[in-house]
């Protein structure tokens, strides 16, 4: 059953039943599957992109590959925490080096038990669902789902891999992959228009790295370096009961430069707009108060996810979904979402479409499984035309002027003060929740 989040409908919105739980859902280090579709019938798929095995070389506390042997301690992390976190994809996207020099079905990750998919993807199994793995790069472009190396030997691949001009990226077009931009928050939009007419297909319009990067804090994104770091100090000691994972949200907030810069490129052509979860556990080893590593990569997973609406299954399924734009971020921190829908003539999110056609907007609601002390949080629906709010509140619009619309939702998580211990008065307000993909219209 459902607990209702709706506080701001649109008039024409259709009410969705709702019930409270009888009992408060305590806090869980595990997620469970999602079990959801789309209006159209499209499967929702929660995903990681952005993650770094021990084959970057900077992973695994600077110990990636001891004796130049991976390290495997590290490596069942990553796999661990792929399933606790319920995720049933995930983009690895590990640096050149020391990617470049591995043979390309290393680089699929496989183990025992597990299967290649189509020569150029892994299925780990997990205790209640499996995890489809596709190898990637990030550096300077971030390729992802890549079918093979871009090259036939070690320095080529190096070269390419570290390049992000016009034959790097038709190189890695070549090589299947979906050259997506890392740290959008640190390019200039002129940069960003270059590599667009090149062949990129999307941006990251979040990145947890740069959220806890006092550098990036304050020079890309224009932030204070460190004001985050009194509201830490209670969930790394656990005092009154402060969870952990909640930790997330003393450095949460909107990401407006990426997003500023996403909205712009889609007046051009079509961008996905993706998060970057950026795990690597190498920043922060101590343990917080449930004796999990704060950098750990469950818990870093765990904070949010790439919601995609995928049409079948395997790894073409997959990539298809994320180019076409079928996805939207989910800040699962705040809640796991059920019921949320964005569609323009015909489209589920992402894609071009003429002026005069109705958008639809569902109202989202808090999935069962979700924590909650059974207090009801405040939900903000609101649509964004070129960067500026246009309209709020769930329901149909008709679009009549040409621009680039999105859907955020937005949420003040009362149901999980209970859960915030000494900070709560200060970490409840209202964050960004979900974040659809962009419609292009009359465009």
């Known amino acids: 059953m459902l607990l209702l989040l709706v506080s701001a409908c649109h008039d024409t919105a259709t009410p969705r039943p709702a019930t409270t739980p009888l009992e408060p859902v305590p806090w869980s280090s595990t997620r469970s599957p999602l079990e959801e579709h789309s209006p159209a019938g499209l499967q929702w798929q929660r995903g990681i992109i952005h993650l ?3 084959y970057s070389h900077d992973a695994c506390d600077g110990e990636p590959m001891p004796g130049g042997v991976p390290d495997e301690a590290c490596l069942q992390h990553l796999r661990d925490g792929l399933c606790n976190a319920g995720m049933d994809f995930a983009f690895i996207t590990d640096h050149p080096a020391h990617a470049a020099e591995q043979p390309y079905q290393d680089l699929l990750l496989n183990r025992p038990g597990d299967s ?16 489809l793995t596709l190898p990637g790069i990030e ?3 971030m390729p992802i789902g890549l079918k093979r190396h871009v090259a036939e030997d070690a320095a080529s691949n190096d070269a390419l891999y570290n390049a992000s001009d016009d034959i790097a990226i038709t190189a890695l077009i070549d090589a299947g992959g979906l050259v997506l931009q890392a740290h959008t928050e640190g390019q200039d939009l002129d940069t960003l228009y270059a590599r667009q007419a090149a062949g990129q297909a999307g941006v990251e319009i979040f990145n947890l790295h740069a959220m806890f990067d006092p550098n990036k804090r304050e020079d890309d994104l ?9 509201d830490l100090g209670p969930f790394v000691s656990g005092i009154n009961g402060a969870e952990p994972d909640l930790a997330f949200l003393t450095v949460h907030q909107e990401q407006t430069v990426s997003l500023e810069r996403w909205d712009a490129l889609n007046r051009v052509a079509p961008s996905v707009g993706v998060a970057g979860t950026d795990a690597h556990e190498n920043v922060l080893p101590s343990l917080m108060s449930d004796g999990e590593r704060m950098d750990s990569y469950r818990r870093m997973m765990s904070w949010f996810s790439n919601i995609v609406l995928v ?20 800040f699962e921190s705040l809640g796991t979402p059920s019921g949320f829908s964005v569609s323009y003539a015909g489209l589920e999110m992402g894609g071009t479409a003429p002026t005069g056609e109705t958008l639809s907007v569902s109202c989202p609601t808090l999935a069962p499984t979700s924590p909650t002390n059974l207090d009801t949080p405040e939900i903000t629906v609101e649509i964004f035309r070129d960067s500026a709010l246009w309209q709020t509140g769930c329901g149909e619009y008709v679009l009549s002027e040409p621009g680039v619309y999105r859907v955020r939702v937005s949420i003040v998580p009362w149901h ?6 000494t900070v709560a008065d200060t970490l409840i307000h209202s964050y960004p929740w979900l974040y ?5 219209v009359g465009l």
Not at 118 to 127: F, H, M, Q, S
Not at 222 to 230: F, M, N, R, T
Not at 436 to 440: T, V
Request: charged share 25%.
């Open 52 to 54: 770094h095995s021990h």
């Open 116 to 131: 290649v998919v189509d020569g150029r993807a892994n299925t780990i199994p997990c205790a209640d669902h499996t995890v």
């Open 139 to 141: 550096d300077e472009l």
């Open 222 to 230: 224009g932030l204070d370096g460190l004001a985050y770091l009194e």
């Open 311 to 330: 049409d079948g299954d395997g790894p073409e399924a997959l990539t298809g979904a994320v180019a076409a734009g079928r996805l939207f971020v989910a």
């Open 416 to 421: 999980l003060r209970d859960m915030m211990g």
């Open 436 to 440: 659809s993909n962009a419609f292009r």
